[in-house]
């Protein structure tokens, strides 16, 4: 028998001292926090050899049972906090690898790199290594921050930094929740100017937009957005001279409503059936109201948003420019539904707005 067999046959499940320090590191244990806390390198070697960890970086580990399981996305956050670790205190995470530690909603697929940055005054340059890259550059102050024992760009840079690297698409759908827990990426802007890609920053972080709530929703507006339609106001509340119901999306010139339907809302749940009724009988309300309905779902959002696009202006047709608009209300934190003011009101017309070039690369 092999040495490596001869460790697995008397490992097999990781000892409570080791799977307490995984969950204190959130999932990334480092040989620094490990020998602190008495548990020896060779033991984190011992069990790596035993397939019951594994190595990151030089000194950094996870469970493998955990990544076994693990979407590319939650692996590629563990990836970027063992690479952050590994890296020291002068490094921060940036882009797609600073949403993921943030939590921010991803959508497509996990980059198979991490992104970090580390802040000079002077200068701008990559450093690609094994591990991960590191931009050498200048930052502003305030964005360089410490989230769970690792340096992470905020939210707001990271979502921005994550817009000129690849597709608008996902870059907006995290800006919008980023925009949402009140971080503005419009402020950070500026200090990527000269650097690629910073057009998809620019365009992501002026359309952001905090009232929309589910990924669903955003690829709703980006579709009005991409087709060139007019954009629909987003989690209006409607009623009979009251707020009565909060819409995903409202075209108050026409009328019309889109209703964003995540799978989530129905998958594995005991009270699926009731959930579906309670959406027929606000649809039946919604229609009495005056108000034309279209629903759609994940596969039309993000993989064809053109027929998506053809049934929301089937849609705006079917529903001419009216010369009253319906009465509607907006939610203002803290306070409530309330009647929107002059900046509030959308346009009836097309947005004539411009995507930036090689938005969906």
């Given at each position: 028998?092999?040495?490596?067999?001869?460790?697995?046959?008397?490992?097999?499940?990781?000892?409570?001292?080791?799977?307490?320090?995984?969950?204190?590191?959130?999932?990334?244990?480092?040989?620094?926090?490990?020998?602190?806390?008495g548990v020896d390198e060779s033991r984190?070697?011992?069990?790596?050899?035993?397939?019951?960890?594994?190595?990151?970086?030089?000194?950094?580990?996870?469970?493998?049972?955990?990544?076994?399981?693990?979407?590319?996305?939650?692996?590629?956050?563990?990836?970027?906090?063992?690479?952050?670790?590994?890296?020291?205190?002068?490094?921060?995470?940036?882009?797609?690898?600073?949403?993921?530690?943030?939590?921010?909603?991803?959508?497509?697929?996990?980059?198979?790199?991490?992104?970090?940055?580390?802040?000079?005054?002077?200068?701008?340059?990559?450093?690609?290594?094994?591990?991960?890259?590191?931009?050498?550059?200048?930052?502003?102050?305030?964005?360089?921050?410490?989230?769970?024992?690792?340096?992470?760009?905020?939210?707001?840079?990271?979502?921005?930094?994550?817009?000129?690297?690849?597709?608008?698409?996902?870059?907006?759908?995290?800006?919008?929740?980023?925009?949402?827990?009140?971080?503005?990426?419009?402020?950070?802007?500026?200090?990527?100017?000269?650097?690629?890609?910073?057009?998809?920053?620019?365009?992501?972080?002026?359309?952001?937009?905090?009232?929309?709530?589910?990924?669903?929703?955003?690829?709703?507006?980006?579709?009005?957005?991409?087709?060139?339609?007019?954009?629909?106001?987003?989690?209006?509340?409607?009623?009979?001279?009251?707020?009565?119901?909060?819409?995903?999306?409202?075209?108050?010139?026409?009328?019309?409503?889109?209703?964003?339907?995540?799978?989530?809302?129905?998958?594995?749940?005991?009270?699926?059936?009731?959930?579906?009724?309670?959406?027929?009988?606000?649809?039946?309300?919604?229609?009495?109201?005056?108000?034309?309905?279209?629903?759609?779902?994940?596969?039309?959002?993000?993989?064809?948003?053109?027929?998506?696009?053809?049934?929301?202006?089937?849609?705006?047709?079917?529903?001419?420019?009216?010369?009253?608009?319906?009465?509607?209300?907006?939610?203002?934190?803290?306070?409530?539904?309330?009647?929107?003011g002059p900046d509030d009101w959308p346009?009836?017309?097309?947005?004539?707005?411009?995507?930036?070039?090689?938005?969906?690369?």
């Amino acid at each position: 028998m092999t040495q490596a067999g001869r460790v697995s046959a008397r490992l097999r499940h990781l000892p409570s001292d080791v799977a307490e320090l995984l969950q204190l590191g959130f999932g990334v244990i480092d040989i620094a926090t490990a020998t602190r806390a008495g548990v020896d390198e060779s033991r984190l070697r011992r069990l790596a050899a035993a397939g019951l960890l594994v190595r990151f970086v030089p000194g950094c580990y996870a469970a493998a049972d955990v990544l076994v399981a693990a979407s590319p996305w939650v692996e590629h956050a563990l990836r970027s906090r063992a690479f952050a670790l590994y890296s020291g205190e002068a490094t921060f995470l940036t882009g797609w690898s600073a949403a993921a530690t943030w939590q921010l909603p991803t959508i497509g697929p996990a980059p198979e790199r991490v992104a970090a940055i580390r802040p000079n005054g002077a200068g701008h340059k990559v450093r690609r290594g094994p591990y991960g890259d590191i931009r050498i550059a200048a930052i502003p102050p305030g964005h360089a921050r410490r989230f769970r024992g690792i340096g992470v760009m905020s939210p707001g840079w990271a979502v921005a930094d994550a817009a000129r690297s690849g597709s608008i698409v996902p870059a907006l759908v995290a800006a919008d929740a980023a925009a949402a827990a009140g971080h503005d990426p419009c402020c950070v802007v500026p200090a990527m100017a000269g650097w690629p890609g910073v057009a998809r920053a620019r365009w992501v972080a002026d359309h952001a937009d905090p009232c929309a709530e589910s990924p669903l929703e955003t690829l709703g507006r980006f579709t009005c957005l991409q087709f060139d339609l007019p954009l629909p106001v987003a989690n209006a509340w409607v009623g009979d001279g009251r707020p009565e119901y909060r819409v995903d999306g409202l075209w108050p010139w026409h009328g019309a409503v889109f209703e964003a339907d995540g799978a989530l809302k129905y998958d594995n749940r005991p009270d699926a059936s009731r959930i579906v009724t309670r959406q027929g009988e606000r649809e039946w309300r919604l229609r009495r109201l005056g108000l034309d309905v279209v629903r759609f779902g994940w596969d039309l959002a993000w993989r064809n948003r053109a027929e998506l696009a053809a049934r929301f202006a089937a849609l705006l047709r079917d529903n001419a420019r009216h010369q009253e608009p319906v009465r509607w209300w907006k939610q203002v934190p803290g306070v409530g539904a309330v009647e929107p003011g002059p900046d509030d009101w959308p346009s009836p017309r097309r947005t004539g707005i411009v995507l930036p070039a090689g938005w969906d690369r």
